[in-house]
């Protein structure tokens, strides 16, 4: 009875699976079974009578859409290009009226171009000559700009065909740029271009002799980048004879080049007056004097030298070697003036620039552990105008050659340390003592402090004088002026506060970062060679 009854209930289980399965089928063809959409007609069957027509027709209604569609996008092409021709052609115009009207009087003309505007052209037009007529306004390119202290001054980089001379370096980057980064090379390049193509301009005046001007006649470069103006670059090329030479100046106010100022530039007749206050070292003054017979005397020709000497220690020695000079290259250009009173080098400048009697003259400040070019004589004739523009050129001071050559033996000579890498120095964009400015512009300012004594201070003090002014302040890395390098002693009679800044001067003037770093870290590097010297050799099969 039991078993009976157990069957049945097997029976009615197994039943009513069977029952749920055909529910859930019957459920999953009607969800999954597919739709034709209402307002689309059924693709006709390849066996039917109509089946290869309607292919045909489909084929060709679709072949019809893409066609008006590419139609389309033609037209909108066609008007883009248009719509770009257009503004091209604008913006040329506006190039080339701000060119005229540079060359015509600077931003006065630009001025005179935009009041007549309204006959011109759109609206559009005028409000892009009014921008840049706003920005080369702005900019310190024909004028000086007041500056609060030296720190707000925008430096200039200095560039040729190859190298990219450049103050803000970091650890990683250069004192020179080479190979130069590629936008700031296409950047360059444009700009030179340009230039090139101002100077051939029949039109360009000066070019007198109609000559044709090349990448080979272009000499250096400078420029900045101003964040809210836009890019200032000045270029030199070489002129029609000896000692002339082609100066161009652009801007490049976040838009078209445009040609600010071009000029001839004739230096035959600029006379530079170099002033070296000196105190004893009458051996660095040997080695200074050697510098000058070569590059004063022998190569520019242009020169007078003011010797100012305080004290009486070695000044005999002082004058012989002066005299000697003079007779051996029969330089006559030279004054010397003696002080017996303590040093102080703004009272020697000061004294060394009054004491010219004849017209107004170019003034190179400078010191007797200094070395310059003759490229960097006609620099420094470049970059001044009296009552326009004074020049503070950023020198290349040189590490200490016993640690940058000590493998040497015997190490290069001073000619051959004057190069500009990493290794061998840095920008001494701290120093403002080296310094081109005509006499009178020096008077005007008021000249140095002479209140102040020994070294430091000084150049400072008359630095920020000019930036106050409204003379242009000329602030460029230069690679043709170099810093000796000399032991810098730190007394016992400082401070500690003034003889820790001493010594961290003292260390900064010493090497390089790295090479610092290997001094500091030799007992582990000698530990380290002595070990690999140890380990035995592994031979090879």
């Not at 060709?60 to 008007?79: C, D, G, N, P, V």
């Not at 936008?183 to 005046?205: G, S, Y």
């Not at 300012?445 to 004594?453: E, M, S, T, V, W």
């Amino acid at each position: 009875m039991l078993r009976r009854g157990l069957l049945a209930w097997v029976f009615r289980v197994a039943l009513l699976l069977v029952l749920l399965c055909c529910c859930v089928s019957l459920v999953y063809l009607l969800a999954c079974s597919p739709r034709a959409d209402v307002g689309q007609a059924p693709l006709p069957w390849v066996s039917g009578p109509t089946g290869k027509d309607g292919y045909q027709a489909l084929l060709q209604e679709r072949e019809e859409q893409h066609r008006h569609y590419i139609s389309s996008l033609k037209k909108q092409i066609s008007q883009l290009k248009d719509e770009l021709q257009e503004r091209s052609e604008q913006l040329k115009n506006v190039q080339d009226s701000l060119e005229h009207a540079g060359g015509a009087g600077g931003i006065k003309g630009v001025g005179g171009i935009i009041g007549g505007e309204g006959t011109m052209g759109e609206r559009s037009h005028t409000d892009l000559m009014d921008f840049l007529r706003s920005q080369l306004t702005k900019a310190e390119v024909h004028t000086g700009v007041k500056l609060p202290t030296e720190y707000a001054v925008v430096p200039f980089d200095s560039f040729t065909f190859q190298k990219v001379y450049q103050l803000e370096m970091g650890l990683t980057r250069h004192p020179e740029e080479k190979p130069v980064r590629k936008d700031k090379r296409d950047e360059l390049a444009e700009t030179i271009e340009t230039a090139l193509e101002t100077l051939n301009n029949p039109e360009e005046e000066g070019n007198v002799h109609h000559r044709t001007y090349s990448s080979s006649d272009f000499i250096e470069g400078i420029y900045r980048t101003e964040r809210d103006k836009g890019t200032h670059y000045e270029l030199t090329f070489k002129g029609d004879q000896n000692h002339e030479f082609k100066r161009l100046v652009f801007f490049r106010p976040f838009g078209p080049i445009m040609k600010a100022k071009s000029e001839r530039v004739d230096t035959s007749n600029m006379l530079i007056n170099i002033i070296v206050p000196l105190a004893k070292r009458a051996d660095k003054f040997k080695q200074f004097m050697h510098n000058f017979r070569e590059v004063c005397v022998k190569q520019d020709g242009r020169v007078h030298l003011t010797v100012v000497y305080f004290g009486k220690e070695q000044v005999a020695e002082v004058k012989s070697i002066l005299e000697n000079t003079s007779k051996e290259v029969s330089f006559k250009n030279y004054t010397f003036i003696q002080l017996n009173e303590e040093f102080s080098r703004g009272k020697g400048l000061d004294v060394g620039a009054k004491s010219w009697k004849g017209n107004n003259v170019l003034l190179f400040f400078c010191d007797v552990d200094i070395y310059f070019t003759a490229e960097f004589l006609n620099t420094c004739r470049l970059n001044t105008q009296p009552g326009k523009k004074v020049f503070y050129p950023v020198l290349f001071s040189l590490y200490n050659p016993a640690l940058i050559y000590g493998h040497h033996d015997p190490a290069p000579s001073i000619e051959q340390q004057l190069v500009i890498k990493k290794d061998t120095g840095f920008w001494r964009d701290f120093g403002f003592g080296m310094t081109c400015q005509y006499r009178s512009d020096f008077i005007n300012i008021g000249g140095f402090d002479i209140d102040i004594k020994g070294w430091g201070g000084e150049d400072v003090h008359l630095y920020r004088k000019y930036l106050h002014s409204n003379l242009i302040v000329v602030r460029t890395p230069v690679r043709g002026l170099f810093h000796l390098w000399h032991e810098k002693r730190c007394v016992d009679e400082l401070t500690p506060e003034q003889y820790k800044m001493c010594m961290q001067s003292k260390a900064m003037n010493e090497a390089s970062h790295g090479q610092l770093g290997m001094l500091v870290f030799r007992h582990e590097i000698e530990a380290h060679l002595r070990k690999q010297k140890l380990k035995p050799s592994i031979k090879k099969p």
